[in-house]
């Protein structure tokens, strides 16, 4: 009954206040302190007992009643951080208003004339010693006593009182390093698991989280300049626990290990608290962790993200072990494969995984050399393909799509990468995929091939970047698989049809990847790459038809009438499909009413890209901007990376002058295709291919192998050309893809409580599937 009547009052309460027409006075105790001091609400209870149409109506009607409930529950915090909260009541009242704040603070920031009122200075508020300008702004005092409340004693980490019960620790004087959560970076003891104190770290996080989602309620900015002011003033000196808590948030997500003991069905007959503070955890930690590189970051103006500066300053070999093991450890986790169906548990935070891995590479490069230094990486690279090819057909996984290619893309861009794919590959992950003997290089053709043949169309923008990762890797590669031979050679079949190649007018860029795969492959490891040369000599009519591209007025027109009729999917006829590997399933589109997030585009290749040269001791030269290739200044975005050629055609009266300008397009690039390797490869070796058959009889593949596997094109080729690598460059505009994903994920994941759930988002749409 106690927690019945708990809730009627705290309703009463909320209805008192809307009822309200004129303000409450701060000092009226007995008024505002129905809403912590006597309640014992969860926060699923809060969030129902506290309409959204309720709180706007007070944001509305009576702003200074609304004012007051937050400056008096953030004092109650800022009270609470200071004593140490040693009652047990006291910590009942800490839990209420920071439910009540979390529940209030969407409807303040959805406003345009509220954003600014957690940062003005309240008045009648206590003076600051350290603060010249008076009293600190609301926010500043909020997010100080929430990190001094995320090392209290007894309340969120355990005591270090050594003599009696009645002795208190100074909340002023404690070394919150001293405290650090678990384990791991920069701190050697493991603390005992107490659910209580995760429980409570949970629901401060989740303040915090809310807090710093003042970022949805502003419109994607193209500059992406605009400082968040939240987590610039929590990362920042001002912030004593800056350090402890970073790495606390960091140790906590790499030492989670969601098995546990291995009982099978462990998470049905335990709670995981750890879990739920994980998801938390990670979650503060890719939304702290913004800081713009480069140029865009030199016209911002603020203090160092500390958060930034710890993560870009580890540096120990077994930190980053630590670091690797547990991320790789949590990626791994959903493709877990056991003789009892269900009986592990399996983590749903797999996307905020991937943006804190990429992060870690992209703010150290110290941690991305270790990565890549030993066949690690590949720990991460399964898991990646997996969910790449598990999420290819279902349109609310874009995101998750997007960032698995980009950080494929940041780690081809170094030389290990590509060689750490020559390891066999013998983990039988179930992926929809063909059954295949080969190498890590060989999956993740596969893998791609599956993208582009059979995902949905909005990956289309991503086919430039799944084709420079497979251009980066190609001069390392020591022996693909017939499999992933044929896959490749399905691709250029698949890119070189008329219809496609004219009816968008960057579509060509795709062949000259392609072709630059198979250059370096030949210029660079002709020796083990037999499967390869024998399927370039089988498809030797695909680079005869593109060496004779007929390209004149009549064809250009037939091609996009032929458009129209066309379904845009990549044909996969002839792509030599075969049973898929035991325990796959097939990828599935999204279930209808399935809410996903909108995302900004992306930018084109080549402002995603640098191009650098391999010199002969293996050190990259970073080039001049796009030299040797055709300008690539397409945006790539689902409404850009597509002209429909045969609308506009229809719909322009003259039609000659269009398809001339077409032509002069096709002939643009037509002459710049680099064919010459391939057609003196296929000149020397299809005659003696055809000799060795007549001459032996031969029919069987395997002995056609045997003989081009010996064979040899020394003093034959061109002069080999210089490899060039395409490394990522942070930019602004991936930097807001990257702030618009993760904060769509957030607010995706969010849903006990709904944090955010019905207000008025402006940094990213909510679309039903």
Wanted: include cysteine; hydrophobic fraction near 40%; aromatic fraction near 10%.
């Amino acid at each position: 009954m106690g927690n019945a009547d708990s809730k009627l009052n705290f309703r009463k309460a909320v209805i008192r206040l809307t009822t309200k027409t004129q303000p409450v006075e701060t000092t009226d105790d007995a008024f505002w302190d129905q809403f912590w001091a006597d309640t014992a609400t969860t926060v699923q209870d809060v969030f129902a007992l506290v309409p959204a149409a309720e709180i706007r109506a007070v944001r509305e009607e009576s702003p200074s009643n609304l004012a007051t409930l937050c400056y008096k529950a953030v004092e109650k915090l800022v009270q609470a951080a200071e004593s140490g909260c040693p009652s047990e009541k006291e910590r009942q009242i800490v839990l209420n208003c920071t439910r009540l704040l979390t529940r209030i603070l969407p409807y303040i920031f959805e406003d345009a004339d509220w954003r600014g009122f957690f940062w003005s200075n309240v008045p009648g508020a206590r003076q600051d010693e350290d603060n010249d300008d008076g009293a600190r702004p609301l926010a500043e005092s909020l997010l100080l006593a929430v990190s001094d409340l995320l090392f209290c004693p007894d309340f969120t980490v355990q005591s270090h009182k050594r003599a009696g019960p009645d002795t208190e620790e100074d909340m002023q004087s404690i070394d919150s390093c001293e405290y650090i959560w678990e384990a791991g970076v920069g701190f050697a003891q493991s603390p005992p698991l107490d659910y209580i104190h995760d429980l409570n770290r949970t629901e401060l996080l989740k303040l915090l989280l809310t807090c710093f989602s003042d970022a949805m309620y502003l419109p994607p900015s193209a500059e992406n300049n605009i400082l968040n002011r939240w987590v610039t003033f929590f990362s920042s000196t001002d912030n004593r626990h800056a350090l402890p808590l970073f790495t606390s948030l960091l140790n906590v997500v790499c030492a989670y290990d969601p098995v546990g003991y291995g009982i099978p069905y462990n998470y049905l007959m335990f709670s995981d608290y750890r879990e739920v503070l994980v998801e938390h955890a990670v979650q503060i930690l890719i939304v702290t962790l913004e800081h713009e590189a480069g140029a865009a970051a030199a016209t911002l103006v603020g203090p160092d993200n500390l958060f930034v500066n710890y993560l870009s300053r580890i540096h120990r070999e077994e930190d980053f072990s630590f670091i690797l093991k547990g991320l790789a450890r949590l990626m791994t986790n959903p493709l877990i494969q056991t003789y009892l169906p269900n009986s592990t548990k399996k983590i749903q935070f797999h996307q905020e995984l991937l943006v804190l891995f990429w992060k870690l590479c992209d703010f150290n490069k110290k941690f991305l050399f270790f990565v890549l230094k030993s066949s690690d990486v590949l720990d991460v690279l399964v898991p990646i393909l997996f969910y790449l090819n598990d999420a290819r057909a279902d349109q609310s996984c874009v995101g998750l799509i997007h960032i698995g290619v980009f950080i494929l893309l940041l780690l081809s861009g170094e030389r290990n990468f590509g060689v750490r794919l020559n390891k066999t590959y013998s983990v039988r992950v179930p992926m929809d995929i063909p059954v295949f003997t080969g190498t890590h290089a060989d999956l993740l053709i596969m893998i791609f091939h599956k993208i582009i043949t059979g995902g949905h169309q909005h990956l289309k923008p991503l086919f430039d970047c799944l084709l420079t990762i497979i251009v980066n890797v190609s001069p390392y590669l020591k022996s693909l698989s017939m499999v992933a031979a044929n896959k490749l050679l399905h691709l250029l079949e698949a890119f070189s049809t008329n219809w496609f190649l004219f009816s968008a007018s960057q579509n060509h860029h795709l062949i000259f990847f392609l072709l630059e795969v198979f250059n370096n492959l030949i210029q660079y490891q002709f020796d083990g790459n037999c499967n390869l040369v024998y399927t370039l000599i089988r498809k030797r009519n695909i680079f005869h038809q593109l060496a004779n591209l007929t390209s004149d007025p009549v064809t250009i027109h037939k091609a996009l009438e032929m458009k129209k009729t066309t379904l845009a999917r990549i044909s996969r006829t002839n792509s030599q499909e075969t049973i898929s590997m035991d325990g796959s399933r097939p990828a599935v589109p999204a279930e209808p009413g399935t809410l996903k997030a909108s995302l900004v585009a992306i930018p084109a290749i080549d402002k995603l890209t640098k191009k650098a040269q391999v010199s002969e001791d293996g050190t990259m030269v970073c080039l001049q901007h796009n030299t040797h290739s055709p300008q690539m200044t397409h945006k790539h975005s689902p409404q850009s990376s597509d002209t429909n050629t045969s609308g506009i055609v229809g719909a322009n009266g003259d039609l000659l002058s269009f398809l001339c300008t077409v032509l002069r397009q096709v002939l643009s690039w037509k002459s710049k295709l680099p064919l010459q390797t391939i057609m003196r490869l296929l000149q020397v070796l299809v005659p003696q291919v055809e000799k060795i058959c007549i001459d032996k009889g031969l029919t069987d593949e395997s002995e056609i192998l045997k003989f081009l596997q010996h064979g040899t094109l020394v003093g034959l080729l061109p002069v080999p050309h210089p490899i060039l690598i395409r490394k990522y460059q942070a930019n602004a505009g991936t930097a807001m893809w990257f702030r618009t994903y993760t904060w769509g994920v957030i607010y995706l994941r969010n849903v006990d409580p709904p944090i955010w759930y019905d207000t008025d988002v402006r940094l990213f749409e909510i679309q039903r599937i």
